[in-house]
């Protein structure tokens, strides 16, 4: 499969800060892809520059094989999602969705006719017709996204490019609007980047995640592989609740500072970091067990629980029923079990996998299984 | 119905207190300082009757100058409008050394005496002038013609434009003109389909302003017009004869038709800004 867009070493500065740092990435025709990152990591930087806004200092950006450093912003054929929309404000939502083709040279220009149906087309797409002739301060944010998105779709762009779709929208809006832009995509199938600093909406909507860091790229791959195996200590902590656990592996078992164990681990030795996700611990009940139940929140779906363990406070997230079935409240002592989690030994590029003490039971390992296959992880309200 | 309830159904409820000494207020001062010595001149013209008003109002001299002052007072509000956006433009786009030193100056012809203004300007364009003398040979005579007249409104005016245009241009996403060339707009069609547009009701408050200024402008005029009757006089200076001769009566006929004319134009002008403002529905 030949890349859609492919881009080599990609290098941006501003002043002495790099923005973009020997950045190489290939986005496949037709695929959603997301760059996620904190802000200051490149993704926008990036973006803009995919669509000609910006220019790289060194590094070059192709189109299907062919340079695109070499035409203007207006003739690569991106569209662009602007995360304030830019809406035209001086034109009704119908003269914004038709001005990318209204500006075309004559020759290329389409009838009037045949323009107003495609806009009406559009509109129709993303379910606006009804208010083709509004201004873009009489709609709300959620309406002006979607007349946004459907005026850079209108030139039918190679490649369509969004920059935090969703920044701008309160919560319930955003959750809405991310399931209708994937069901749109699912229909139009235009290749499409979109950057976003929350890991909950790319993991929901893009078919692989771009996670970047200080101009650099960290790890790309589908949701599932970027969660459940991340390339470095910097994904594991963007990526979800995790727990940082400063130990030292000997013997084959990592152990806390006060020599408490919590995995097994082979082939490494010496000091490391340990990432375990709250929902990767387990308790049961044990009336000397090493940790100490701290404190509870257990509202909803999930028991949020800080268990103390060794001398560190450990966040476990346990299903409601089994936090029934333990019967522990604050203060009591329970055995704790880390089912799962990756070591970073020091000066390491890739983590290690850290199994648990004890053999996991063939129950849990089933729904372990499940939780990675289906490539909808669990997630934790933050 | 009482006159309380005429006013409760003409005023809505607001949450704004001091409705009342606001409106008070603000007719008192309008009354004191606008509305009495206008009334006052418009009533001294009248008071000798219409047959005296139109006789010293349809005078050749007079109705030259009128002409001499409104086509140079367009005129000049039109070069205004071209260079002050071009100013405002430079001013708001481009970083350049001395760029607050620039901007500071567009404010001069505020607060320059315009007499003084009008000397400089005299002595720059007049055929002896470092300006004048250059374009003496190609035969064009700057001072003391209408065409100086120009160039003094042009000066006063600039200030109206820039200043009206660059906070709107400052204000202007500069997203709207990346989203306009993403969707394949050249430059041009970027600057007349998305950036005059938002432009061009402050655009035309400019222009009005300097339109306003040049009508009324005096002090600099006179120095570089040359002041011949029937070819580079203007309405203010006639006002002032007039006036030097006591004939009070003529003096108040041509300032009260200078006011309607003035008038005119800038509800004319404040109309057409209303239904752009409402095209564009900000």
Same mark, same amino acid.
């Given at each position: 499969m030949t890349a859609e867009i492919s881009i080599r070493g990609v290098t941006r500065r501003f002043g002495a800060q790099a923005?973009?740092?020997g950045v190489d990435l290939d986005v496949r025709p037709g695929e959603l892809l997301a760059l996620l990152?904190?802000?200051?990591?490149?993704k926008t930087t990036l973006l803009r520059i995919i669509a000609g806004l910006e220019w790289p200092d060194s590094g070059t950006v192709m189109f299907g094989g062919q340079d695109?450093?070499?035409?203007h912003v207006r003739e690569r054929g991106v569209g662009f999602v602007f995360q304030?929309?830019?809406?035209?404000?001086?034109?009704?939502v119908f003269e914004n969705v038709a001005f990318g083709l209204r500006v075309r040279p004559r020759a290329q220009r389409l009838p009037r006719a045949e323009i107003a149906r495609r806009v009406h087309t559009l509109l129709n797409l993303v379910q606006l017709d009804w208010l083709a002739?509004?201004?873009?301060?009489?709609?709300?944010g959620g309406q002006r996204q979607r007349v946004a998105l459907a005026r850079a779709l209108a030139i039918e762009p190679r490649v369509l490019l969004l920059d935090e779709?969703?920044?701008?929208?309160d919560a319930k809006v955003r959750k809405e609007l991310r399931r209708w832009l994937r069901s749109l995509h699912e229909n139009v199938k235009v290749t499409s980047v979109f950057v976003t600093h929350d890991q909950e909406e790319a993991l929901e909507l893009a078919d692989r995640v771009v996670v970047m860091a200080n101009g650099r790229i960290e790890q790309v791959g589908t949701p599932a592989e970027v969660y459940?195996?991340?390339?470095s200590a910097f994904v594991h902590e963007f990526l979800g609740d995790t727990n940082r656990l400063e130990c030292r592996v000997e013997g084959g078992r990592a152990l806390l500072a006060d020599g408490t164990p919590i995995g097994r681990a082979e082939d490494i030795m010496g000091s490391a970091i340990a990432y375990v996700r709250p929902h990767d611990v387990t308790l049961a009940p044990a *009336?000397? !067990? =090493?940790?100490?139940?701290?404190?509870?929140? *257990?509202? !909803? =779906?999930l028991a949020q629980l800080v268990v103390e363990l060794g001398g560190v406070e450990i966040d476990v997230a346990i299903p409601a029923d089994s936090w029934a079935r333990l019967g522990a409240g604050r203060g009591d002592r329970v055995a704790v079990t880390v089912q799962a989690g990756t070591l970073f030994p020091q000066r390491a590029t890739r983590g290690i996998p850290m199994q648990p003490l004890l053999p996991a039971s063939p129950i849990l390992s089933l729904v372990r299984n499940n939780t990675v296959y289906s490539g909808r992880p669990i997630h934790h309200p933050e | 119905m009482t006159q309380a309830g005429w006013i409760s159904g003409w005023r809505k409820p607001s949450v704004l207190p001091g409705f009342g000494p606001a409106l008070g207020t603000t007719l008192a001062y309008l009354s004191l300082f606008v509305i009495i010595p206008l009334g006052a001149m418009v009533l001294t013209t009248f008071a000798h009757g219409w047959a005296d008003f139109v006789g010293a109002v349809l005078q050749p001299r007079v109705l030259a100058a009128f002409r001499v002052t409104l086509l140079c007072a367009f005129g000049a509000a039109a070069l205004c409008a071209l260079f002050g956006l071009l100013l405002a433009w430079v001013l708001v786009r481009y970083p350049f050394p001395g760029h607050r030193l620039v901007d500071a100056a567009v404010d001069l012809p505020f607060a320059l005496p315009t007499a003084v203004a009008g000397i400089a300007l005299t002595s720059l364009y007049a055929p002896n002038g470092w300006i004048g003398a250059l374009l003496a040979p190609l035969g064009i005579q700057v001072a003391f013609t209408p065409l100086g007249i120009l160039v003094a409104l042009t000066f006063v005016g600039l200030p109206f434009v820039v200043r009206t245009v660059q906070p709107v241009l400052q204000d202007l996403e500069r997203e709207q003109e990346e989203a306009s060339a993403i969707l394949g707009a050249t430059r041009l069609q970027t600057f007349t389909r998305v950036i005059m547009p938002a432009l061009a009701p402050a655009l035309l408050t400019g222009f009005a302003m300097a339109l306003a200024r040049g009508l009324g402008e005096y002090g600099s005029v006179i120095f570089i017009a040359?002041?011949?009757?029937?070819?580079?006089?203007?309405v203010p200076l006639l006002i002032v004869i007039e006036l030097e001769q006591f004939n009070y009566a003529g003096a108040a006929a041509i300032g009260t038709l200078m006011l309607a004319v003035a008038f005119v134009l800038l509800f004319a002008i404040n109309r057409l800004q209303r239904w752009t403002r409402l095209q564009h529905a900000d």
């Open positions: 923005a973009l740092d990152g904190p802000s200051g990591s490149g695109a450093m070499e035409r304030h929309y830019a809406l035209f404000r001086h034109m009704t002739d509004r201004y873009p301060n009489q709609l709300s779709p969703f920044g701008a929208l459940c195996t991340p390339a *009336a000397d !067990g =090493p940790g100490i139940i701290r404190h509870v929140h *257990a509202v !909803g =779906p | 040359g002041n011949k009757p029937m070819v580079s006089e203007i």
